[in-house]
């Protein structure tokens, strides 16, 4: 059964104070692993995919990384407008649809 | 540049009293998706339409129906809303069922039963 598990649950940062976020999943064929920004009372917002171990994408403060076990969301010098929740995706070969983690909630203070 | 449209934003039921939520995209995209999300549970598919005129059950499909209307439209439906349908509703598309370039998100619909 294809399965995603993000940690920690929440995480409280000072600006400037760079850290990583965590995706492991088990999935049969990965297709793709999906990292979507969500801010509170809206809808997920599409950030990246990642398609195969090694591969690396950049945008802005955000790297994500993928292995063939976990993917990291790392963010460098965040900023107060960081905050979110993180959530983390697969889609496996088995089905075309994306399987979801609970969400990573990081909130930076300034 | 709508994107994918919910309608209505927030709603109370009844238990027992039924409605229908409605999406549409205007994105021509062939995939449809309609989403819960819980505290500590997580987004949980519903019901999902690879293409016009399909429609199949996700991991949570119970006290649910859907209809695909058209390309651009499809509706979720409770017949008999229950307390444990508190929830808010998210729509979704995509270019289709295994695309690997994201999907596009509406804003949700918060729905409380008492």
């Given at each position: 059964?294809?399965?995603?598990t993000q940690s920690?649950?929440?995480l409280?940062?000072?600006?400037?104070?760079s850290s990583?976020?965590?995706?492991?999943?088990?999935?049969?064929?990965?297709?793709?692993?999906f990292w979507?920004r969500?801010?509170?009372?809206k809808?997920?917002?599409?950030?990246?995919?990642l398609y195969?171990?090694?591969?690396?994408?950049?945008?802005?403060?955000?790297?994500?990384?993928?292995t063939?076990?976990?993917?990291?969301?790392?963010i460098?010098?965040?900023?107060p407008e960081?905050?979110?929740?993180?959530?983390?995706?697969?889609?496996?070969g088995s089905?075309?649809?994306?399987i979801f983690?609970k969400?990573?909630k990081?909130?930076?203070?300034? | 540049?709508?994107?994918?449209?919910?309608?209505?934003?927030f709603?109370?039921?009844?238990?027992?009293q039924?409605?229908?939520?409605?999406?549409?995209q205007?994105?021509?995209h062939?995939s449809?998706?309609?989403?819960?999300?819980?505290?500590?549970?997580g987004l949980?598919?519903?019901y999902?339409?690879?293409?016009?005129?399909?429609?199949?059950?996700?991991?949570?499909p119970?006290?649910y129906n859907v209809s695909?209307?058209?390309?651009r439209e499809f509706s979720?439906?409770?017949?008999?809303?229950?307390p444990?349908?508190?929830?808010?509703?998210?729509c979704a598309s995509s270019?289709?069922?295994?695309?690997?370039?994201?999907?596009t998100?509406?804003?949700g619909?918060?729905?409380?039963?008492?």
């Amino acid at each position: 059964e294809d399965q995603v598990t993000q940690s920690p649950e929440a995480l409280r940062l000072q600006e400037g104070e760079s850290s990583s976020l965590n995706c492991s999943y088990t999935v049969s064929g990965l297709r793709g692993l999906f990292w979507y920004r969500q801010d509170p009372g809206k809808g997920p917002e599409f950030l990246f995919t990642l398609y195969s171990a090694g591969e690396e994408k950049e945008k802005e403060r955000l790297k994500a990384t993928l292995t063939k076990k976990e993917s990291f969301l790392h963010i460098t010098a965040p900023k107060p407008e960081d905050s979110a929740t993180y959530l983390c995706a697969v889609q496996g070969g088995s089905q075309g649809n994306l399987i979801f983690g609970k969400g990573t909630k990081l909130s930076v203070k300034p | 540049n709508a994107g994918v449209t919910q309608t209505p934003k927030f709603q109370v039921l009844k238990t027992g009293q039924s409605m229908t939520l409605q999406c549409a995209q205007d994105m021509n995209h062939n995939s449809m998706y309609w989403y819960r999300q819980d505290p500590g549970m997580g987004l949980r598919l519903i019901y999902y339409s690879a293409s016009e005129g399909t429609t199949d059950k996700g991991e949570v499909p119970n006290g649910y129906n859907v209809s695909r209307l058209n390309k651009r439209e499809f509706s979720l439906r409770l017949e008999s809303a229950a307390p444990s349908q508190t929830s808010v509703y998210f729509c979704a598309s995509s270019r289709r069922d295994t695309e690997t370039k994201g999907y596009t998100f509406g804003s949700g619909t918060r729905l409380t039963v008492v």
